[in-house]
């Protein structure tokens, strides 16, 4: 026996190495008794049989009933890591009990940042055009591509939520000194170097406009087919949160009659089939759903799992992985139920 904690990790689908660092891991081993850590799932009975004794219960698709949780008396938090607040789990028992809810979604700013930057870079610039140009013997030299390409220095950004994806964005665009505006209903501070604004203003000035909204009932198709209309001609939308915060064929559509271009990492119905229209849009640079997918891109979620453990066990507040809001949470739930029957 021991007297660490018990930590329940049923990570899987997600890899133990996709996720720790060796070294992470083994401080997390030192502070708490892990129980499941492999690349397999640990199964329902399993877990059941450890829940009333476990501190943390650390899964991607973290399932606890009213019961389970009611005989969970050592339960601290329940940590998820596959991005985002899913059914399964009784949110509103945990809240009840003051057992906290932790997301993962944190852990993928860096990489998806990154990628929102070179979507953005690249659909500016014409590369993937010129690239395709350049195999069957169209390319333009020397050519400034009048009317199409832009410089991104200086102009105005607008993002759509401007949460952290959308925060370490802005910090990775700051050398190109943009103009950068903001729609976010739970913007709650002021932030240097933004302009809240309503979303009619921030379509219609915006050169460069950034989904990255967290889905919920109120970000159903926020960005409308009218919205969508709104914008300048030539504008750059690039879709990195979810497509259920658009209005997707409206967004194609636009693209394909030349009024915008459109870069997204994600679709409303995924995988795409092989035979599907959208793949032969104009206008268009497709990235199939894998902004977070880069070697190590996250292990930064395993970094914040073992920052939290250590701060929860020494009663600190400070927080890496996001918090469930209560008042929040049952509508981004409803939309990921909606997004899975879609």
């Known amino acids: 026996m021991t ?9 899987h689908f997600r890899r133990l190495e996709e996720l720790f660092r060796p070294e992470a891991y083994a401080e997390l081993s030192g502070m708490c008794r892990i129980e499941g850590g492999q690349n397999w799932p640990m199964g329902a009975e399993r877990i059941d049989a450890l829940i009333g004794e476990a501190a943390f219960y650390v899964a991607a698709m973290p399932a606890l009933t009213g019961a389970q949780i009611a005989r969970s008396t050592n339960l601290k938090a329940v ?9 399964g789990l009784d949110y509103a028992a945990c809240f009840e009990r003051g057992i906290e809810v932790l997301s993962c979604a944190p852990g ?41 390409d832009f410089s991104l220095f200086g102009q105005t950004v607008g993002f759509i939520g401007y949460g952290q994806i959308a925060r370490e964005t802005h910090r990775l665009m700051a050398p190109f000194s943009p103009r950068v505006l903001a729609y976010d209903p739970f913007l709650k501070e002021e932030n240097p170097g933004v302009e809240a604004t309503d979303l009619e203003t921030l379509v219609a000035a915006s050169r460069v406009v950034i989904v990255a909204a967290v ?32 209005d997707f064929p409206a967004l194609v559509a636009a693209a394909n009659g030349g009024q915008i271009r459109l870069a997204t990492d994600v679709f409303p119905h995924e995988p795409i089939a092989r035979t599907d229209p959208l793949r032969q849009s104009e206008n268009v640079i497709f990235s199939p759903h ?45 939309a990921q139920i909606g997004m899975a029957a879609q």
């Open 79 to 87: 940590i998820e890591v596959a991005g985002g607040f899913n059914e």
């Open 215 to 246: 889905p919920s009932e109120e970000t159903r198709g926020l960005l409308s087919a009218a919205l969508i209309e709104a914008l300048p001609p030539g504008a750059l939308v690039v879709v990195i949160s979810r497509a259920w915060c658009t």
């Open 3 to 11: 007297d660490k904690p018990l930590l329940i990790l049923d990570q």
């Open 108 to 148: 993928f700013r860096q990489s998806v940042a990154e990628m929102t930057l070179a979507m953005i870079l690249g659909a500016a610039r014409g590369l993937v055009d010129e690239h395709e140009a350049f195999r069957t013997g169209g390319e333009r030299w020397l050519d400034d591509r009048e009317g199409r």
């Open 290 to 334: 894998r902004a977070a997918a880069v070697p190590g891109g996250r292990l930064p979620i395993g970094d914040m799992i073992l920052h939290d453990v250590k701060a929860i066990l020494d009663g600190r507040r400070d927080r890496h992985l996001k918090s469930a809001d209560p008042e929040q949470v049952a509508s981004m739930v409803a």
